[in-house]
């Protein structure tokens, strides 16, 4: 089970941290990805990060403004979200996926479970 906290409304501009918690698995066997769905458009990736977290993958249009990050032993992941802007309105999802290669990271039907989600909403 994932659940997502953190949401909430910001200005543009701002900043805000997203983060899941996992129960009942082995939390740092799975890459843990982000995604997020706007209203009237497809969910979208945003970025993943390894199971060991040396290695993380991002989506063009964050790239430079948000950092996913994890901790193992506290079986969280967490979305740090800097400079944002009105369409990063959205609801956020993590989700974990068995994955071996990184250049599957923003492939939706890989990851094997995922959380209720969380409203981020970007004031301009």
């Known amino acids: 089970q994932l659940v997502e906290t953190g949401g909430g409304l910001v200005e543009a501009g701002g900043s805000l941290t997203v983060s899941c918690v996992q129960s009942?698995?082995?939390?740092?066997?799975?890459?843990m990805g982000w995604f997020r769905q706007a209203p009237g458009k497809e969910r979208e990736f945003v970025g993943a990060i390894a199971w060991n977290g040396e290695r993380t993958n991002y989506a063009d249009t964050v790239k430079g403004r948000f950092t996913i990050s994890r901790d193992n032993a506290k079986n969280t992941v967490s979305l740090e979200m800097n400079s944002l802007e009105p369409d990063d309105t959205a609801v956020y999802y993590c989700?974990?996926?068995?994955?071996?290669?990184?250049?599957?990271?923003?492939?939706?039907?890989?990851?094997?479970?995922w959380g209720q989600g969380t409203q981020v909403t970007v004031s301009s």
């Open positions: 009942g698995r082995t939390f740092g066997n799975y890459v």
């Open positions: 989700a974990g996926g068995w994955i071996l290669m990184p250049s599957n990271y923003a492939r939706q039907g890989l990851y094997n479970y």
